[in-house]
């Protein structure tokens, strides 16, 4: 496809349940981000990979989120022992991290909802 | 201390009115900035780039002062179109790391 695509578009899990969201960035972009938003709040960050670097993971809020990048293309965020306070909608962004202002174009998100 | 703060808002304006929203950023070493914009329950999407020199889009323009790192965007004959989350966004160069703004609401009312 010609964006961003993100996997599911909606997850509904029980309080203690792992979960895996997936995102399939633009074709060739190298960067790409995890970020989280609450319900009426700004974007959170919670992980970066760019290109074959070691990811920044300064965003993640605790030892229970964890992300992968396999062959620099596809990317799961996966959520371990779910919380109530883990609702909220993921969004993935990928960037042509080639330019100096290269734009980052978002997938339309996973709402994740923790019962 | 936030990477790049705005006021949250709501601005109620009029349709026709000019509207300006500012942002600050606290990375003396961001090197690019840009505005989004967000419409409720969407993701998030480019609205413009910021240069050094400004740019203008249509009714919209876009202005960067380093010295005092802070980013505005102008919004001139406003339309209840118009009415949306504006996010403030510095990126870093090495990375192009991405650091959003909470975004600043805005009301268009007939």
């Known amino acids: 496809g010609a964006g961003v695509s993100q996997s599911p578009s909606n997850k509904v899990t029980e309080k203690g349940k792992d979960v895996e969201l997936r995102c399939d960035p633009i074709s060739g972009h190298t960067a790409l981000y995890w970020y989280r938003q609450s319900l009426g709040q700004g974007l959170e960050f919670l992980i970066y990979?760019?290109?074959?670097?070691?990811?920044?993971k300064s965003g993640l809020p605790s030892d229970r989120f964890s992300a992968e990048r396999t062959g620099g293309s596809v990317s799961t965020l996966t959520i371990q022992r779910t919380q109530q306070e883990d609702s909220a909608v993921y969004l993935c962004a990928s960037s042509l991290a080639r330019r100096r202002d290269t734009e980052a174009f978002f997938g339309q998100g996973t709402r994740l909802t923790v019962v | 201390r936030k990477e790049v703060e705005q006021d949250p808002g709501p601005f109620n304006v009029p349709e026709g009115a000019t509207v300006a929203f500012n942002c600050t950023y606290s990375?003396?070493?961001?090197?690019?900035f840009f505005w989004y914009r967000q419409d409720c329950r969407k993701e998030p999407k480019l609205l413009m780039s910021v240069y050094s020199s400004g740019n203008e889009d249509g009714r919209f323009t876009a202005q960067l002062n380093r010295a005092s790192q802070y980013i505005s965007l102008l919004i001139r004959d406003s339309k209840l179109s118009d009415s949306a989350t504006y996010l403030c966004v510095a990126g870093t160069y090495n990375f192009n790391k991405f650091y959003f703004g909470s975004g600043t609401k805005l009301n268009v009312k007939p």
């Open positions: 990375n003396s070493a961001s090197q690019s």
């Open positions: 990979f760019q290109g074959n670097s070691a990811p920044d």
